[in-house]
């Protein structure tokens, strides 16, 4: 009888095991499809991306004349890319040479784009160590016109990125940039055909982050690095300021781009990969979801929050050789 019993027992024992290993493993490969559809995901062909450039420069940048125009056709094609571990940790022979003021411009051609990179930015200063020159490095290859804003938080309230977006969006739409592209300081491009200018639509440019292995987590997602139209920033009244803490904000901002018919693109994933830095992970905004819903509801959002009625107690802007800081105390 005894013997019998436990006979039976392991029967059972195997059966639960088996039933377990086999709800894994399918869930296993729904995953494995469901993530699949994303690393593909839907974006411009290779060869339609020069023709639908936003050629566009500063009205204030002086050109001379004398210099005949870039050309970038070169570096969409080019097929160097960096392994996420192949990213530099050290700069120590790095050379500042023609920076002044965050901004960057070509001296052998007369390029054909002007683009502001707004950062924001609090107390990561080991990211933004990497993250100045290896940007500087990489987009001094590209034949574009560019400065960097830094806007930083200079208080010890909640981070508000939508707040800070807004304000560095102002201050370079202030100087006459055509173009905007809202940069995470921990996000890295390995790819040097991505080019880093506006098209006419915009353009969600970190498709392809190695922390989500290289796949894109959902498709409305413009978080990470999104370039921009000064133009369509203002019309859909830039970010919202009423996300504090971590997330929510950008996924608002897709909102807000189709609430108002704007459609965003992608390049294919060889010219879209990006390496996150480490960091540890911020303090969740838990009312970003009631932020969000709340925001959705009203369709006078838009016009009531935004670059519009941005609030802030001060606001300086100082040139550094890097990077032009704008401090913002909220
Ligand atoms: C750089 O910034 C300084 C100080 O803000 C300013 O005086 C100078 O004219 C700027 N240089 C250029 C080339 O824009």
């Given at each position: 009888m005894m013997a019998k019993r436990s006979w039976k027992t392991r029967i059972l024992k195997l059966r639960v095991i088996n039933c377990i290993f086999v709800v894994l493993a399918v869930k296993a490969v729904i995953k494995f499809f469901s993530t699949y559809g994303y690393y593909n995901y839907p974006h411009l062909p290779a060869e339609v991306i020069e023709t639908q450039l936003y050629k566009q420069i500063s009205p204030?940048?002086?050109?001379?004349?004398s210099k005949p125009d870039c050309k970038y056709d070169g570096i969409l094609k080019k097929e160097l890319s960096i392994l996420n571990w192949e990213v530099p940790k050290t700069f120590d022979d790095f050379s500042a040479a023609g920076l002044v003021n965050g901004s960057y411009i070509p001296d052998h051609c007369t390029p054909i784009f002007s683009v502001a990179i707004i950062v924001a930015y609090r107390n990561r200063q080991r990211q933004l160590d990497i993250f100045l020159p290896y940007m500087h490095n990489f987009l001094r290859k590209q034949n574009i016109h560019y400065r960097i804003y830094l806007v930083?938080?200079?208080?010890?309230?909640i981070f508000n990125k939508g707040i800070l977006y807004n304000v560095g969006a102002k201050v370079a739409i202030r100087d006459k940039f055509p173009c905007l592209i809202l940069h995470d300081v921990d996000l890295l491009p390995l790819d040097e055909s991505n080019l880093y200018v506006c098209a006419n639509e915009p353009r969600h440019m970190s498709a392809s982050i190695d922390k989500f292995r290289f796949v894109l987590p959902y498709d409305y997602l413009v978080g990470g690095v999104l370039a921009l139209k000064s133009e369509h920033y203002i019309q859909v009244n830039g970010?919202?300021?009423?996300f504090e803490g971590w997330g929510g904000e950008d996924d608002d901002f897709s909102w807000r781009l189709s609430s108002q018919k704007i459609n965003v693109i992608r390049y294919p994933r060889e010219m879209s990969r990006y390496t996150m830095l480490r960091h540890p992970q911020e303090r969740k905004n838990t009312r970003r979801r009631t932020v969000m819903k709340e925001n959705q509801r009203d369709p006078a959002t838009i016009v009531k929050d935004g670059l519009t009625s941005t609030r802030y107690t001060s606001m300086h802007v100082n040139n550094h050789r890097l990077f032009t800081h704008v401090g913002v105390v909220v």
């Open positions: 204030i940048f002086i050109t001379p004349k930083e938080q200079q208080d010890e309230k970010l919202s300021n009423r």
